[in-house]
């Protein structure tokens, strides 16, 4: 199986800064891509960033130029740089892996989530 740890979530005011970390561990032959999501209160789940192995970078329009998503592929570690951070930006923030476990399985694997709350 493959694990999905995040840190760095917090309270921060508005137009601070937070760095979020995310590690995937466990039985991965591969891994194809990792991203983040998030889940405001009383909101869907949504695309925040996303990197895919071969560099691929997709990013939410809302966070477009004030958050950075980085990858240390040594380490199966992704970041979340986010500056000039906004009130709407409060939500829990999921990591996610898509990895193989063999050259057969394919699977998608998440975090607990990681709660970032922005202060007015």
């Known amino acids: 199986q493959v694990q999905v740890v995040e840190s760095g979530g917090g309270l921060v005011q508005a137009g601070g800064s937070l760095r979020l970390s995310c590690a995937a561990s466990?039985?991965?032959?591969?891994?194809?891509?990792m991203g983040w999501y998030r889940q405001p209160p009383g909101k869907q789940l949504e695309l925040v960033a996303r990197?895919?192995?071969?560099?691929?970078?997709n990013y939410a329009d809302s966070v477009k130029g004030r958050f950075t998503i980085s990858e240390d592929n040594a380490k199966n570690t992704v970041y979340l740089q986010m500056n000039s951070l906004k009130p709407e930006d409060t939500a829990v923030y999921y990591c996610?892996?898509?990895?193989?476990?063999?050259?057969?399985?394919?699977?998608?694997?998440w975090g607990q989530g990681t709660q970032v709350t922005v202060s007015s």
């Open positions: 996610t892996a898509n990895a193989n476990t063999s050259w057969l399985s394919r699977g998608d694997y």
């Open positions: 466990g039985s991965i032959f591969s891994i194809n891509a």
């Open positions: 990197i895919t192995s071969g560099g691929t970078i």
